[in-house]
Protein backbone atom coordinates (compact mmCIF):
# COMPACT_ATOMS: atom_id res chain seq x y z
CA UNK A 1 0.00 0.00 0.00
CA UNK A 2 1.73 3.48 -0.95
CA UNK A 3 1.06 5.80 2.19
CA UNK A 4 2.91 8.73 0.48
CA UNK A 5 1.29 12.31 1.06
CA UNK A 6 2.55 15.49 -0.51
CA UNK A 7 3.34 18.09 2.45
CA UNK A 8 0.91 20.42 3.22
CA UNK A 9 0.37 23.23 0.15
CA UNK A 10 2.18 20.78 -1.99
CA UNK A 11 0.19 19.55 -5.11
CA UNK A 12 0.87 16.61 -6.47
CA UNK A 13 0.36 15.96 -9.73
CA UNK A 14 1.61 13.85 -12.87
CA UNK A 15 3.93 14.95 -15.33
CA UNK A 16 6.19 13.63 -18.27
CA UNK A 17 9.80 12.14 -17.21
CA UNK A 18 12.40 14.58 -18.74
CA UNK A 19 14.71 11.92 -20.48
CA UNK A 20 18.02 12.84 -22.57
CA UNK A 21 19.63 9.60 -24.52
CA UNK A 22 22.65 9.81 -24.74
CA UNK A 23 24.42 7.78 -27.83
CA UNK A 24 26.24 7.35 -30.95
CA UNK A 25 23.75 6.79 -33.73
CA UNK A 26 22.62 3.06 -33.75
CA UNK A 27 21.57 2.01 -29.65
CA UNK A 28 20.39 5.64 -28.47
CA UNK A 29 17.74 4.93 -31.49
CA UNK A 30 17.15 2.32 -31.09
CA UNK A 31 15.82 1.96 -27.30
CA UNK A 32 13.58 5.51 -28.10
CA UNK A 33 12.01 3.39 -30.99
CA UNK A 34 11.15 0.36 -28.92
CA UNK A 35 10.51 2.06 -25.64
CA UNK A 36 10.16 5.90 -25.72
CA UNK A 37 8.88 6.94 -28.96
CA UNK A 38 4.89 5.99 -27.81
CA UNK A 39 5.39 5.88 -23.91
CA UNK A 40 3.43 9.06 -22.98
CA UNK A 41 4.94 9.13 -19.42
CA UNK A 42 8.57 10.42 -21.12
CA UNK A 43 9.06 13.51 -22.96
CA UNK A 44 12.88 12.67 -25.07
CA UNK A 45 14.07 16.35 -25.10
CA UNK A 46 17.61 15.62 -26.62
CA UNK A 47 20.06 13.52 -28.01
CA UNK A 48 23.53 13.10 -27.76
CA UNK A 49 26.29 12.06 -29.67
CA UNK A 50 29.15 10.19 -29.40
CA UNK A 51 32.35 8.56 -31.27
CA UNK A 52 31.18 8.87 -34.82
CA UNK A 53 32.58 11.97 -36.25
CA UNK A 54 29.73 14.14 -37.63
CA UNK A 55 26.82 12.86 -36.55
CA UNK A 56 26.02 15.82 -34.18
CA UNK A 57 23.34 18.64 -35.14
CA UNK A 58 20.80 16.58 -36.75
CA UNK A 59 17.54 15.88 -36.93
CA UNK A 60 15.62 12.86 -35.74
CA UNK A 61 13.22 13.25 -37.97
CA UNK A 62 9.12 13.04 -37.57
CA UNK A 63 8.89 10.23 -39.75
CA UNK A 64 11.30 8.41 -37.07
CA UNK A 65 10.23 10.43 -33.61
CA UNK A 66 6.02 9.49 -34.07
CA UNK A 67 2.93 11.62 -33.85
CA UNK A 68 4.54 12.01 -29.56
CA UNK A 69 7.62 14.49 -30.97
CA UNK A 70 6.01 15.99 -34.71
CA UNK A 71 9.00 18.64 -34.78
CA UNK A 72 11.22 15.78 -34.53
CA UNK A 73 14.28 15.55 -31.71
CA UNK A 74 17.55 17.47 -31.71
CA UNK A 75 20.84 15.54 -31.68
CA UNK A 76 23.71 17.23 -30.18
CA UNK A 77 27.40 16.85 -29.59
CA UNK A 78 27.72 14.81 -25.78
CA UNK A 79 30.01 17.89 -24.53
CA UNK A 80 26.71 19.83 -24.82
CA UNK A 81 24.79 17.58 -21.93
CA UNK A 82 25.40 20.18 -19.41
CA UNK A 83 23.74 22.94 -20.86
CA UNK A 84 20.95 20.72 -21.96
CA UNK A 85 20.56 19.05 -18.91
CA UNK A 86 20.40 22.72 -17.27
CA UNK A 87 17.79 23.90 -20.19
CA UNK A 88 15.14 21.23 -20.34
CA UNK A 89 15.24 20.46 -16.65
CA UNK A 90 16.00 16.67 -17.42
CA UNK A 91 15.05 14.29 -14.94
CA UNK A 92 16.51 10.53 -16.27
CA UNK A 93 19.46 10.45 -18.76
CA UNK A 94 20.38 7.22 -21.38
CA UNK A 95 23.43 5.96 -21.51
CA UNK A 96 22.74 4.32 -25.22
CA UNK A 97 25.88 3.39 -26.89
CA UNK A 98 28.92 0.64 -26.78
CA UNK A 99 32.54 -0.24 -25.95
CA UNK A 100 33.33 1.79 -22.99
CA UNK A 101 35.76 0.61 -20.07
CA UNK A 102 33.85 0.17 -16.81
CA UNK A 103 35.79 2.98 -15.57
CA UNK A 104 34.62 5.18 -18.27
CA UNK A 105 31.15 4.04 -17.43
CA UNK A 106 31.93 5.05 -13.58
CA UNK A 107 33.03 8.75 -15.04
CA UNK A 108 30.01 8.94 -16.98
CA UNK A 109 27.16 7.98 -14.11
CA UNK A 110 29.42 10.59 -11.68
CA UNK A 111 28.92 13.13 -14.27
CA UNK A 112 24.93 12.99 -14.95
CA UNK A 113 24.29 12.60 -11.39
CA UNK A 114 26.85 15.92 -10.39
CA UNK A 115 24.62 17.39 -12.59
CA UNK A 116 21.24 16.17 -11.39
CA UNK A 117 19.56 13.57 -13.21
CA UNK A 118 19.19 9.88 -12.64
CA UNK A 119 21.26 7.53 -15.28
CA UNK A 120 19.82 4.60 -16.68
CA UNK A 121 21.69 1.64 -18.61
CA UNK A 122 18.92 -0.22 -20.34
CA UNK A 123 18.71 -3.89 -20.39
CA UNK A 124 17.35 -7.16 -23.12
CA UNK A 125 13.95 -6.66 -21.31
CA UNK A 126 13.06 -2.85 -22.47
CA UNK A 127 15.20 -3.05 -25.67
CA UNK A 128 14.92 -6.92 -27.46
CA UNK A 129 11.92 -7.53 -29.89
CA UNK A 130 10.91 -10.99 -30.39
CA UNK A 131 10.56 -12.46 -33.91
CA UNK A 132 8.58 -14.58 -35.03
CA UNK A 133 11.79 -16.75 -36.97
CA UNK A 134 14.43 -18.12 -34.83
CA UNK A 135 17.05 -15.64 -33.93
CA UNK A 136 21.02 -16.31 -34.19
CA UNK A 137 22.99 -13.41 -32.92
CA UNK A 138 26.73 -12.82 -32.90
CA UNK A 139 28.10 -10.41 -30.61
CA UNK A 140 31.46 -9.44 -28.89
CA UNK A 141 32.95 -8.54 -25.65
CA UNK A 142 35.36 -5.92 -27.65
CA UNK A 143 34.96 -4.24 -31.31
CA UNK A 144 37.61 -6.07 -33.37
CA UNK A 145 37.06 -9.71 -31.84
CA UNK A 146 36.11 -11.31 -35.25
CA UNK A 147 32.38 -10.76 -35.57
CA UNK A 148 32.34 -9.95 -39.41
CA UNK A 149 33.89 -13.72 -40.12
CA UNK A 150 32.31 -15.53 -37.47
CA UNK A 151 28.85 -14.20 -38.77
CA UNK A 152 29.94 -14.93 -42.70
CA UNK A 153 30.89 -18.41 -41.16
CA UNK A 154 27.40 -18.93 -39.62
CA UNK A 155 25.77 -17.53 -42.19
CA UNK A 156 27.53 -19.76 -44.48
CA UNK A 157 26.54 -23.20 -42.85
CA UNK A 158 22.85 -22.58 -42.83
CA UNK A 159 23.09 -21.75 -46.65
CA UNK A 160 25.09 -25.14 -46.90
CA UNK A 161 22.21 -26.56 -44.96
CA UNK A 162 20.11 -25.61 -47.74
CA UNK A 163 18.61 -22.61 -45.61
CA UNK A 164 17.56 -19.24 -46.26
CA UNK A 165 19.25 -17.16 -43.75
CA UNK A 166 18.50 -13.19 -43.50
CA UNK A 167 21.61 -11.15 -42.19
CA UNK A 168 20.25 -8.18 -39.74
CA UNK A 169 23.42 -5.90 -39.34
CA UNK A 170 23.40 -3.26 -36.28
CA UNK A 171 23.00 0.25 -37.47
CA UNK A 172 25.49 2.43 -38.98
CA UNK A 173 23.04 5.55 -39.94
CA UNK A 174 25.67 7.91 -40.19
CA UNK A 175 23.85 9.53 -43.79
CA UNK A 176 22.58 12.88 -42.50
CA UNK A 177 18.99 11.95 -44.14
CA UNK A 178 17.66 9.46 -41.51
CA UNK A 179 14.54 9.17 -43.33
CA UNK A 180 16.57 7.31 -46.58
CA UNK A 181 17.47 5.01 -43.65
CA UNK A 182 14.43 3.85 -42.39
CA UNK A 183 14.55 0.14 -43.19
CA UNK A 184 17.44 -0.78 -45.90
CA UNK A 185 17.54 -3.91 -47.83
CA UNK A 186 21.01 -4.98 -49.79
CA UNK A 187 20.95 -8.10 -52.15
CA UNK A 188 23.50 -6.64 -54.68
CA UNK A 189 26.52 -4.17 -54.37
CA UNK A 190 25.15 -1.64 -56.38
CA UNK A 191 22.91 -0.91 -53.37
CA UNK A 192 25.18 0.02 -51.09
CA UNK A 193 25.85 3.08 -53.33
CA UNK A 194 22.09 3.59 -53.40
CA UNK A 195 21.46 3.76 -49.96
CA UNK A 196 25.65 6.55 -50.27
CA UNK A 197 27.01 3.70 -47.87
CA UNK A 198 30.08 4.39 -45.57
CA UNK A 199 32.89 2.82 -45.54
CA UNK A 200 32.01 1.15 -42.18
CA UNK A 201 29.26 -0.22 -43.54
CA UNK A 202 30.27 -1.07 -46.82
CA UNK A 203 33.21 -3.07 -44.53
CA UNK A 204 30.05 -5.04 -42.97
CA UNK A 205 27.97 -5.42 -46.04
CA UNK A 206 29.98 -6.44 -48.92
CA UNK A 207 31.08 -9.75 -47.79
CA UNK A 208 27.81 -10.41 -46.71
CA UNK A 209 26.53 -9.56 -50.29
CA UNK A 210 28.72 -11.34 -51.94
CA UNK A 211 27.53 -14.66 -50.00
CA UNK A 212 24.49 -14.39 -51.35
CA UNK A 213 23.32 -13.20 -48.08
CA UNK A 214 20.15 -10.80 -48.46
CA UNK A 215 21.20 -8.22 -45.50
CA UNK A 216 19.34 -5.39 -43.93
CA UNK A 217 20.21 -2.50 -41.64
CA UNK A 218 18.95 0.63 -40.84
CA UNK A 219 17.01 2.55 -37.81
CA UNK A 220 13.75 1.01 -37.32
CA UNK A 221 14.19 -2.55 -36.40
CA UNK A 222 11.12 -2.86 -35.49
CA UNK A 223 10.43 -2.12 -39.32
CA UNK A 224 13.24 -3.97 -40.09
CA UNK A 225 12.33 -7.83 -38.45
CA UNK A 226 8.64 -7.31 -40.09
CA UNK A 227 10.08 -7.02 -43.69
CA UNK A 228 12.90 -9.94 -43.33
CA UNK A 229 11.02 -12.18 -41.43
CA UNK A 230 8.48 -12.22 -44.86
CA UNK A 231 11.99 -13.67 -46.55
CA UNK A 232 13.62 -15.55 -44.02
CA UNK A 233 13.76 -19.02 -42.64
CA UNK A 234 16.27 -18.06 -39.75
CA UNK A 235 17.17 -14.12 -38.84
CA UNK A 236 21.17 -14.08 -38.10
CA UNK A 237 21.64 -11.14 -36.11
CA UNK A 238 25.40 -9.03 -36.76
CA UNK A 239 26.43 -7.11 -33.69
CA UNK A 240 28.17 -3.76 -33.63
CA UNK A 241 30.90 -2.77 -31.65
CA UNK A 242 30.18 -4.81 -28.33
CA UNK A 243 26.76 -3.80 -28.25
CA UNK A 244 23.39 -6.22 -26.95
CA UNK A 245 21.41 -7.95 -29.54
CA UNK A 246 18.42 -6.10 -30.66
CA UNK A 247 16.52 -9.08 -30.89
CA UNK A 248 16.07 -12.05 -28.72
CA UNK A 249 18.16 -14.59 -29.72
CA UNK A 250 17.27 -18.21 -29.36
CA UNK A 251 21.17 -18.69 -29.70
CA UNK A 252 23.56 -16.07 -28.49
CA UNK A 253 27.28 -16.55 -29.89
CA UNK A 254 29.73 -14.41 -28.25
CA UNK A 255 33.29 -13.48 -29.82
CA UNK A 256 36.38 -12.69 -27.31
CA UNK A 257 39.69 -11.72 -28.42
CA UNK A 258 43.03 -12.94 -26.06
CA UNK A 259 45.43 -10.31 -27.92
CA UNK A 260 43.44 -8.04 -25.16
CA UNK A 261 42.56 -10.29 -22.11
CA UNK A 262 41.05 -9.13 -19.44
CA UNK A 263 38.61 -7.21 -21.43
CA UNK A 264 35.86 -9.69 -21.71
CA UNK A 265 35.26 -8.74 -18.13
CA UNK A 266 36.19 -4.94 -17.73
CA UNK A 267 34.16 -3.76 -21.13
CA UNK A 268 30.53 -2.25 -20.98
CA UNK A 269 28.27 -4.00 -22.09
CA UNK A 270 30.64 -6.85 -23.45
CA UNK A 271 30.78 -8.60 -19.95
CA UNK A 272 26.87 -8.66 -20.47
CA UNK A 273 27.41 -10.41 -23.79
CA UNK A 274 29.98 -12.73 -22.11
CA UNK A 275 27.35 -13.94 -19.41
CA UNK A 276 24.52 -14.25 -21.21
CA UNK A 277 26.26 -16.15 -24.07
CA UNK A 278 25.64 -19.83 -25.43
CA UNK A 279 28.76 -19.98 -26.95
CA UNK A 280 31.56 -18.65 -26.34
CA UNK A 281 34.21 -17.85 -28.95
CA UNK A 282 38.21 -17.51 -28.01
CA UNK A 283 39.47 -16.67 -31.39
CA UNK A 284 42.81 -15.44 -32.64
CA UNK A 285 44.27 -18.43 -30.79
CA UNK A 286 46.97 -19.35 -33.26
CA UNK A 287 48.61 -16.09 -32.68
CA UNK A 288 47.81 -14.84 -29.09
CA UNK A 289 49.72 -16.30 -25.99
CA UNK A 290 48.88 -19.31 -24.24
CA UNK A 291 49.14 -17.39 -20.73
CA UNK A 292 46.40 -14.55 -22.60
CA UNK A 293 44.32 -17.69 -24.05
CA UNK A 294 43.95 -18.83 -20.38
CA UNK A 295 43.11 -15.86 -18.56
CA UNK A 296 40.04 -15.19 -21.22
CA UNK A 297 39.13 -18.74 -20.52
CA UNK A 298 39.06 -19.05 -17.04
CA UNK A 299 37.10 -15.12 -16.85
CA UNK A 300 34.63 -17.07 -19.04
CA UNK A 301 34.21 -19.76 -17.14
CA UNK A 302 33.63 -17.77 -13.39
CA UNK A 303 31.28 -15.41 -14.76
CA UNK A 304 29.46 -18.14 -17.16
CA UNK A 305 29.84 -21.54 -16.59
CA UNK A 306 27.13 -23.09 -18.28
CA UNK A 307 28.71 -22.00 -21.92
CA UNK A 308 30.27 -23.79 -24.21
CA UNK A 309 33.87 -22.36 -25.19
CA UNK A 310 35.07 -23.44 -28.72
CA UNK A 311 38.43 -22.01 -29.92
CA UNK A 312 39.09 -20.55 -33.47
CA UNK A 313 41.69 -18.82 -35.61
CA UNK A 314 41.28 -16.29 -38.26
CA UNK A 315 43.88 -17.27 -40.99
CA UNK A 316 44.97 -14.66 -43.42
CA UNK A 317 45.08 -14.80 -47.01
CA UNK A 318 47.43 -12.43 -48.92
CA UNK A 319 46.07 -11.87 -52.59
CA UNK A 320 48.67 -10.72 -54.18
CA UNK A 321 51.81 -11.18 -51.82
CA UNK A 322 54.02 -9.86 -54.80
CA UNK A 323 52.94 -6.35 -54.78
CA UNK A 324 54.19 -6.04 -51.41
CA UNK A 325 57.13 -8.58 -50.44
CA UNK A 326 59.56 -6.58 -49.28
CA UNK A 327 58.12 -3.43 -50.08
CA UNK A 328 57.94 -0.09 -48.23
CA UNK A 329 54.11 -0.08 -47.46
CA UNK A 330 51.16 1.64 -45.27
CA UNK A 331 48.54 -0.41 -43.75
CA UNK A 332 45.30 0.26 -43.86
CA UNK A 333 43.33 -1.41 -41.44
CA UNK A 334 38.96 -1.93 -40.22
CA UNK A 335 38.53 1.76 -38.74
CA UNK A 336 36.82 0.85 -35.53
CA UNK A 337 39.07 -1.71 -34.73
CA UNK A 338 41.99 -0.08 -34.66
CA UNK A 339 40.49 3.26 -33.19
CA UNK A 340 37.76 2.80 -30.21
CA UNK A 341 38.45 -0.85 -30.57
CA UNK A 342 41.98 -0.15 -29.30
CA UNK A 343 43.84 -2.37 -31.07
CA UNK A 344 47.03 -1.12 -32.20
CA UNK A 345 46.91 -3.12 -35.19
CA UNK A 346 45.02 -5.52 -37.50
CA UNK A 347 44.74 -8.02 -40.25
CA UNK A 348 46.64 -5.80 -42.59
CA UNK A 349 49.59 -5.31 -40.33
CA UNK A 350 50.23 -8.92 -39.35
CA UNK A 351 49.91 -9.95 -43.33
CA UNK A 352 52.42 -6.98 -44.25
CA UNK A 353 55.42 -8.71 -41.29
CA UNK A 354 54.14 -12.25 -42.31
CA UNK A 355 55.01 -11.03 -46.43
CA UNK A 356 58.05 -8.86 -44.85
CA UNK A 357 57.43 -6.13 -45.99
CA UNK A 358 58.38 -2.25 -44.27
CA UNK A 359 55.44 -0.42 -42.46
CA UNK A 360 55.84 2.88 -42.80
CA UNK A 361 54.39 5.34 -40.50
CA UNK A 362 51.31 6.79 -42.06
CA UNK A 363 50.70 9.69 -39.71
CA UNK A 364 53.26 12.53 -41.74
CA UNK A 365 51.35 12.09 -44.73
CA UNK A 366 47.90 12.26 -43.07
CA UNK A 367 45.55 15.75 -43.88
CA UNK A 368 42.56 16.90 -42.25
CA UNK A 369 39.95 14.57 -40.32
CA UNK A 370 42.63 11.92 -41.01
CA UNK A 371 45.19 13.69 -39.01
CA UNK A 372 43.08 14.47 -36.13
CA UNK A 373 42.11 10.42 -36.04
CA UNK A 374 45.38 10.16 -34.91
CA UNK A 375 45.67 12.91 -32.41
CA UNK A 376 42.44 11.36 -31.13
CA UNK A 377 43.76 7.65 -30.92
CA UNK A 378 47.39 8.27 -29.95
CA UNK A 379 48.55 4.25 -29.74
CA UNK A 380 48.41 4.39 -33.72
CA UNK A 381 51.56 4.34 -34.95
CA UNK A 382 51.99 1.77 -37.72
CA UNK A 383 48.50 1.67 -39.25
CA UNK A 384 45.87 3.93 -41.24
CA UNK A 385 42.43 3.57 -40.22
CA UNK A 386 40.06 3.22 -42.99
CA UNK A 387 38.03 6.50 -41.21
CA UNK A 388 35.03 7.31 -43.84
CA UNK A 389 32.08 9.02 -42.52
CA UNK A 390 31.29 10.97 -45.29
CA UNK A 391 32.38 12.04 -48.70
CA UNK A 392 34.69 15.06 -47.71
CA UNK A 393 36.58 12.13 -45.34
CA UNK A 394 36.82 9.78 -48.09
CA UNK A 395 38.99 12.10 -49.71
CA UNK A 396 40.83 13.02 -47.24
CA UNK A 397 41.61 9.14 -46.83
CA UNK A 398 42.63 8.66 -50.81
CA UNK A 399 44.62 12.49 -50.36
CA UNK A 400 46.05 10.62 -47.26
CA UNK A 401 47.06 7.33 -49.28
CA UNK A 402 48.10 8.95 -52.17
CA UNK A 403 50.75 11.32 -50.37
CA UNK A 404 52.69 8.60 -48.40
CA UNK A 405 55.92 7.88 -50.32
CA UNK A 406 55.47 4.29 -50.09
CA UNK A 407 56.31 1.39 -52.95
CA UNK A 408 52.28 -0.03 -52.04
CA UNK A 409 49.40 -0.07 -49.81
CA UNK A 410 48.46 -2.93 -47.69
CA UNK A 411 44.52 -3.08 -47.92
CA UNK A 412 43.39 -5.14 -44.41
CA UNK A 413 40.20 -3.88 -44.67
CA UNK A 414 36.91 -6.51 -45.63
CA UNK A 415 36.15 -4.53 -48.24
CA UNK A 416 37.35 -3.94 -51.88
CA UNK A 417 38.91 -0.35 -51.19
CA UNK A 418 39.27 0.68 -54.87
CA UNK A 419 35.56 0.70 -55.17
CA UNK A 420 35.42 3.51 -53.21
CA UNK A 421 38.89 4.93 -53.32
CA UNK A 422 41.31 5.78 -56.02
CA UNK A 423 44.65 4.15 -55.35
CA UNK A 424 47.15 5.26 -57.29
CA UNK A 425 49.95 3.00 -56.16
CA UNK A 426 50.16 -1.06 -56.36
CA UNK A 427 47.59 -2.39 -53.94
CA UNK A 428 46.55 -5.92 -52.48
CA UNK A 429 43.58 -7.29 -50.39
CA UNK A 430 43.95 -9.48 -46.93
CA UNK A 431 41.55 -11.77 -46.78
CA UNK A 432 40.58 -13.34 -43.37
CA UNK A 433 38.07 -16.16 -42.44
CA UNK A 434 37.13 -17.84 -39.09
CA UNK A 435 38.60 -21.50 -38.93
CA UNK A 436 37.16 -23.69 -35.51
CA UNK A 437 40.44 -25.77 -33.67
CA UNK A 438 38.76 -29.20 -32.83
CA UNK A 439 35.49 -29.94 -31.74
CA UNK A 440 32.70 -29.20 -31.10
CA UNK A 441 32.47 -26.35 -33.93
CA UNK A 442 29.81 -24.31 -35.02
CA UNK A 443 28.72 -27.01 -37.50
CA UNK A 444 27.71 -29.30 -34.96
CA UNK A 445 26.28 -26.04 -32.81
CA UNK A 446 24.09 -24.89 -35.62
CA UNK A 447 22.98 -28.08 -36.63
CA UNK A 448 21.77 -29.00 -33.51
CA UNK A 449 19.83 -25.50 -33.35
CA UNK A 450 18.37 -26.51 -36.65
CA UNK A 451 16.50 -29.72 -35.43
CA UNK A 452 15.56 -28.29 -32.15
CA UNK A 453 13.63 -25.48 -34.09
CA UNK A 454 12.66 -27.71 -37.19
CA UNK A 455 14.34 -25.85 -39.78
CA UNK A 456 14.94 -29.40 -41.51
Request: proline letters at 7%; charged letters at 30%.
Amino acid sequence: MNNYRPRPGVELTMSKKKVLIMGAAGRDFHNFNVYFRNNEDYEVVAFTAEQIPGIGDRMYPPELSGPLYPKGIKIYPEEKLPELIKEHDVEQCILAYSDLPHEVVGHKIAWVNSLGPDMRLMGPKTTMIKSKKPVIAVCAVRTGCGKSQTSRRVNQILVDMGLKPVNIRHPMPYDPDLTSQIAQRYETLEDMDKYRCTIEEREEYEPMINMGVILYAGVDYGKILDQAETEADVITWDGGNNDLPFYKPDLLIVIADPHRPSHEITYYPGETNLRMADIVIINKVVTADYEDIEEVRENTMIVNPEAMIIEAASPLTIEDIEKIKGKRVIVVEDGPTVTHGDMPYGAGYIAARKAGAEIVDPRPYAVGSIKETFEKYPHLEDVLPAMGYGKKQIEELQQTINEADVDAIVIGTPIDLNRVVKIDKPNTRIRYDLQEIGKPNLEDVLLEFVKKHGLK
